[in-house]
């Protein structure tokens, strides 16, 4: 049985308020393309306002989703992460942290049927602000990369990665947000994946060879903080690795208009670990 592992910045929950009200149109396309998508983890940023009123957000999306949901809050700034699993996953502990992440660190490790040893997952919101902040987040990251350990980390990095395509256009955006994403040479900034990728995870994107298929903005986000670039990555330990079956970033209309950034999705064969 293949493992499906999807990824997903929803944007601020999914819900928007404007003039008539608050609306759960993007979330219900959401809960669609997810439940579509069949995933054994779903790893979701951006899960904004899924703590208050005592949970229900989040109690209601176990439900739609009829998975488990694991909750990391990011206090200082509301762009919860989380971790949902599907029935047939058992939760073995969940390592929220907010304290070394702009936003936070939604960080499980969970027993999947048919997979050898348990499998530890995180879902990542990496600071859009600047380089520098990435690069001090994902020191804590490069522990899940130890040979021999079976682990995921995927999300939304607000960075290229080596080998991604230098985009075109950064003129376009304003100084105030090009200087979020490149170098001093004016060029992109991949420091936070490069020294991810140094410490020993493998790209799903770049071994399936597709690193240049953009996952932000959208067309219905044409205004985001963006140009095109592949903002959304998924990362495996060298033991995971080999389990890697294919990387896809989930590109149609309704993708297209429920976030603006698409949600990617990667499979494992856990017969390839034995």
Same mark, same amino acid.
């Given at each position: 049985?293949?493992?499906?592992?999807?990824?997903?910045?929803?944007?601020?929950?999914?819900?928007?308020?404007?003039?008539?009200?608050?609306?759960?149109?993007?979330?219900?396309?959401?809960?669609?393309?997810?439940?579509?998508?069949?995933?054994?983890?779903?790893?979701?940023?951006?899960?904004?306002?899924?703590?208050?009123?005592?949970?229900?957000?989040?109690?209601?999306?176990?439900?739609?989703?009829?998975?488990? +949901?694991?909750?990391?809050?990011?206090?200082?700034?509301?762009?919860?992460?989380?971790?949902?699993?599907?029935?047939?996953?058992?939760?073995?502990?969940?390592?929220?942290?907010?304290?070394?992440?702009?936003?936070?660190?939604?960080?499980?490790?969970?027993?999947?049927?048919?997979?050898?040893?348990?499998?530890?997952?995180?879902?990542?919101?990496?600071?859009?602000?600047?380089?520098?902040?990435?690069?001090?987040?994902?020191?804590?990251?490069?522990?899940?990369?130890?040979?021999?350990?079976?682990?995921?980390?995927?999300?939304?990095?607000?960075?290229?990665?080596? +080998?991604?395509?230098?985009?075109?256009?950064?003129?376009?955006?304003?100084?105030?947000?090009?200087?979020?994403?490149?170098?001093?040479?004016?060029?992109?900034?991949?420091?936070?994946?490069?020294?991810?990728?140094?410490?020993?995870?493998?790209?799903?994107?770049?071994?399936? +060879?597709?690193?240049?298929?953009?996952?932000?903005?959208?067309?219905?986000?044409?205004?985001?903080?963006?140009?095109?670039?592949?903002?959304?990555?998924?990362?495996?330990?060298?033991?995971?690795?080999?389990?890697?079956?294919?990387?896809?970033?989930?590109?149609?209309?309704?993708?297209?208009?429920?976030?603006?950034?698409?949600?990617?999705?990667?499979?494992?064969?856990?017969?390839?670990?034995?």
């Amino acid at each position: 049985m293949l493992i499906r592992v999807l990824s997903y910045n929803i944007l601020n929950g999914g819900r928007d308020t404007g003039s008539g009200g608050a609306s759960d149109a993007r979330w219900r396309a959401e809960v669609e393309v997810i439940r579509e998508a069949a995933p054994d983890v779903l790893l979701i940023q951006e899960a904004r306002g899924f703590q208050v009123e005592g949970g229900e957000a989040l109690y209601k999306a176990e439900e739609q989703l009829e998975m488990r +949901g694991l909750l990391a809050v990011a206090p200082r700034t509301g762009q919860n992460t989380a971790v949902f699993v599907a029935p047939h996953v058992i939760v073995n502990r969940f390592d929220p942290d907010s304290d070394h992440f702009h936003h936070a660190l939604a960080q499980a490790t969970v027993t999947v049927p048919g997979v050898v040893k348990p499998l530890t997952v995180g879902s990542i919101h990496l600071s859009p602000l600047s380089p520098a902040l990435r690069a001090a987040e994902v020191g804590w990251l490069a522990g899940l990369a130890a040979p021999g350990e079976l682990s995921l980390v995927a999300g939304d990095a607000n960075s290229l990665a080596p +080998g991604d395509p230098e985009p075109a256009n950064w003129s376009d955006l304003p100084a105030r947000f090009r200087v979020r994403y490149v170098d001093p040479t004016g060029n992109a900034d991949r420091s936070a994946l490069a020294f991810l990728h140094a410490a020993g995870f493998v790209d799903a994107a770049t071994t399936s +060879g597709d690193p240049a298929t953009p996952t932000v903005p959208t067309t219905a986000f044409p205004e985001a903080e963006f140009v095109p670039f592949r903002s959304d990555h998924v990362l495996l330990s060298p033991a995971l690795a080999p389990a890697l079956t294919s990387y896809k970033v989930l590109d149609d209309d309704r993708t297209q208009a429920a976030s603006d950034h698409l949600p990617v999705l990667v499979e494992l064969d856990p017969e390839r670990l034995a």
